[in-house]
């Protein structure tokens, strides 16, 4: 009897916990209401009661993807007392058991079991419709309004934040964990089954690629968290998600990074070695930088073995540097190009490694001998794909063997082949070994399958936790995608290498990533090689800094080269950009070039003194606005008492080519004012235009002082005057020469004034000559704060 009443009881209560009812789940901030159906009804603030789901919008907790057709749950029940959700799927018998919490400051939501879990593969947590559109964090995962946020956070590598758009799972945009809609935004996070082996398109450009798979790594575990907050609390709130649910929470000298003053400091990258260290870490610690990166200290990239030639003593010779850097308060980092593997690397040669990523493979339809120059293969599918190859490389056994192309027809032929090449051992083979297409970049290197990947990310983590050396970027990160597991394997290479090193690892990217935010430290892009500090992606630079900040990243405004002829202006036109921002950089510096540079001194300091002034908050709303703008100039001096910021007057005039009446003058005539004290002339004189030349161009200035620059002039050419001297400039911005002056340069007095300007068209392809006068202008003083 009392068995039969206890049985009843616990059928009641089962019932009463599985009631298929609308489910109310909160946190202090966020009520999340789903109803019996499996769909969010209400995203609520409680302290409100207003309700930031988009009304008319689907919202299912978890869509399933079963025989490539997606489903939404047809039924939702809870069991209050395991704290679980089930959710079934009509269609294809399916269901789902969610793990729910509910923490005061976030709701966990972890998929533990499918019934039959070999039929889904992939999972989507939403996408969850908002109204909140203002500010939309599309990497972070958070949305806000002004007032209140909402977010979501993946709780783990295999669980990818953003829209699944192809079969890898990789997302090409900047990022997707949130994005914009007619309504206001979405929140959206997925898992694929990667338990199977599949053959998939990769990377965009590699289709029908055999992707092994990876033992055990379903979606079960799958696994976010939702939360909603004030938008000011969100950066604390997403610190304390990671401290509870064991993500990636790096520190820097004990404040979580995303807090820390450290994180964004600009850093300068350079070629130090054993010999040049003292002298380099000066040059760093005179600017005030927080680093000294090593651009190319490898041998090879894969096993990472140092340079003999600039680290003869090795690993050892490394550590001696960093504890030199350490000492005074300087990081040392290294520059890497993540999982991409140079030809002369040990996985490589003499014998390569089996876990080189190949984009598919065929066997041979006839043997071939060591010194055989055409190999037979039984399809041409993945030999033909060679527009993405560079190396027109496969391996086959302990060989690698370059071709020049395959045949079109059968016999498939693999033509003028070189054998062994990159130090592997030539060989006979018999009719039906594998042959398979080596995957490879322009840079000389090939890359990794899943495995060989993470082993890479070890050897990276040994190698940081043997030296020292404490900042990386994951620079190529996009490599990873070798593997064929999308973002999957972005995240689970850096999560590696983060946990390998065993101290605190400062490391940035150039490629934005939802799990991977929680490791980075700042996203710096902006390469210095296509020209000077204002023509080398400019645009770029400044159209990245909104994007920074709606992902709560620092401010960071790229790379920046510093040569033998680097001036005072370009180093104070960068740092104007930066202190508008508060902003950090990488400064390219070469020993050989601030060696050669005669203002290297003075370019450091100033480049300390303006990190100062922006550190130490020291400018108006109204100057940093002016600060931000890429047409502004500014020069800054600091004394005792206080800072002097002096920004510069542009007069801008252009002159083309005219048709006149035989005889009459072509020059232009300008007129201006200078309102300030008497300077040195500075004017710069860029010839506009894609191509064509002008020819001996002359300037005169107020009727009495001519200057002609004979010779001729490409389009993009800038002629250059700082008062003293006159210097000629690339369409990229390089320094091209010096011209030699036969008379002393007027300085330019205060009052009106007069400019005139002719030069030669010799050609069709006229150019607009852009004549640009610069004036110093009266200090703003900025008392010390």
Known sequence: MKKTILLTFTLLLNFFYSSAQQINLKTDDLGLNISPSGQIIAMLNPKTGKNYLAVGEKAP??????????????????????????????????????????KKTHLI????????KDKVSAVTWGSYPTIIGQTIGEVVGVVRDGDFAIGLQSLNVKTIGGVLKNPEGADYSRGSVAISQPYGSSLQAFSLDRSKDRKITVW?????????????????????????????????????????????????????????????RAYMISDFDESNIDSLLGYTKQAGLMSLYHESP??????FVLNPTSFPNGNDGMKVCVDKASKMGIRIGVHTLSNFINTNDPYVTPTPDKRLALTGS???????????????????????????????????????????????????????????????????????????MMMDYPYNTLFTNFNLQQEIAGNLGRFFTETGVSQMDFDGHEGCLSSGEGDYGMQAFAEKVFKDTKHTLVNGTSRSSHYYWHICHYWNWGEPWYGGFRESQGDYRLENQPFLERNYMPNMLGWFLLSSTTTAEDIEWMMARAAGYNAGFALVARYKNLQKNPNTTQLLNLIKLWQEAYKRKIFSADQLT???????????????????????????????????????????EWQFVNSNLEQPLNFTLTFMGKEG??????????GYFKLELPGEYEAGNSIVCNGTTIKIYNSKGGFKKEITLNQTIPSLKSGKHTIKFDCEFPDENELTNRFIIKTISTPEIIKNR
């Not at 025989?67 to 029940?77: C, F, G, H, R, V």
């Not at 649910?245 to 994180?263: A, D, F, M, R, V």
């Not at 001096?637 to 510069?648: A, H, I, M, S």
């Open 61 to 102: 907790l978890l869509r399933i993807l079963t025989l490539n057709e997606w489903e939404d749950p047809a039924q939702a029940t809870f069991n209050g007392k395991l704290n679980i959700i089930t959710l079934n799927y009509a269609n294809s018998k399916v269901s789902a058991e969610v793990k729910v919490i509910q």
């Open 626 to 668: 002016r600060l931000k703008n890429p047409e502004n100039d500014f020069h800054l001096e600091k004394n005792n008492q206080d800072w002097k910021l002096y920004p510069f007057k542009k007069f801008k005039f252009e002159h083309a080519k005219q048709v006149l009446q035989p005889g009459q003058p072509t020059f232009s």
């Open 693 to 702: 030349v002008i020819r001996n161009p002359w300037i005169e200035l107020d």
């Open 362 to 436: 065929s066997v041979l339809t006839e043997d071939v001998t060591s010194s055989a120059t055409e190999i037979t293969v039984e399809s041409d599918e993945y030999f033909k794909n060679i527009k993405p190859s560079t190396l027109h490389a496969v391996q086959i056994g302990e060989e690698i063997i370059r071709f020049r192309e395959v045949t079109s027809k059968k016999p498939f032929k693999l033509l003028d082949c070189q054998r062994g090449a990159y130090g592997t051992k030539a060989s006979a083979y018999q009719k039906g070994i594998e042959v398979g």
């Open 298 to 303: 490898f041998q090879s990239w894969g096993h």
């Open 109 to 116: 939501f972890e998929l533990i079991r499918l019934s039959v």
């Open 204 to 264: 965009n450009q590699y289709p029908n690629m055999p992707v092994n798979a990876i033992p055990n790594e379903t979606t079960i575990g799958s696994k976010i968290a939702l939360f909603g907050c004030s938008e000011n609390q969100v950066l604390s709130r997403i610190g304390v998600i990671e401290l509870a649910e064991g993500l990636p929470h790096p520190l820097i000298n004990g404040i979580w990074h995303k807090q820390s003053p450290e994180t964004g």
